[in-house]
């Protein structure tokens, strides 16, 4: 099932995500309803506060960054209850995007090198470290279960220039090929 997702503005987004236990309902119903709306929206990375879930869960499958890096391809992974224990290295820039912001993209500036610990679908326990489009991917989807959003990291500047078309997006006044919750939008009003 192709889940709604929430748009900028969504309360839920600027929540700091709960920890699962292995009792959490129907969770691989859940994971595969991610994949599913990632697919269909055509994302790499899926946080469960995007389908409007304060839990600590994400997708991400980094195939179509083949051409930045060709481990990007066949990169699908479940981070449930992630820890970036640490990250690293000189700061470098990549155009990034959200399925909670449409049409909106800026270059954000993140450390290379991540040390991640986290489970699998499986409950399997990882202690990982990764770079680049897969620590990046990471990083943006991490950010979402504390709260944090890309446009957060713009420049002062970029942010003013940014605000109308973050209100739009919290009012639904936006061409988007997917379905969203839009925080701001009036009910009976077209
Ligand atoms: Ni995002």
């Not at 990034?96 to 450390?111: A, H, N, T």
């Not at 610990?117 to 979402?144: C, G, K, P």
Request: charged residues 25%; glycine residues 4%.
């Amino acid at each position: 099932m192709i889940l709604p997702i929430t748009a900028f503005g969504h309360p839920i987004l600027r929540k700091v995500a709960k920890s699962i236990d292995k009792n959490y309902p129907n969770l691989n119903g859940l994971i595969s309803d991610m994949f599913e709306t990632m697919y269909a929206t055509s994302g790499v990375g899926l946080a469960a506060p995007q389908v409007n879930l304060s839990i600590r869960l994400l997708v991400m499958d980094a195939t179509p960054y083949a051409k930045e890096d060709p481990q990007a391809v066949g990169f699908k992974k479940v981070l449930i209850n992630p820890v970036i224990i640490n990250q690293e290295g000189d700061e470098w820039m990549f155009n990034e995007g959200c399925l909670s912001i449409p049409d909106v993209r800026e270059d954000i500036m993140r450390k290379p090198k991540i040390h991640i610990q986290y489970y699998n679908e499986n409950w399997e326990f990882f202690d990982e470290e990764y770079t680049s489009v897969m620590a990046r991917i990471i990083q943006h989807e991490y950010d979402h279960l504390e709260g944090i959003l890309f446009v957060d990291k713009v420049s002062n500047l970029r942010k003013v220039l940014l605000k109308r078309k973050l209100l739009d997006i919290s009012k639904g006044n936006i061409e988007v090929d997917y379905k969203m919750i839009f925080p701001l939008k009036k009910k009976n009003k077209r």
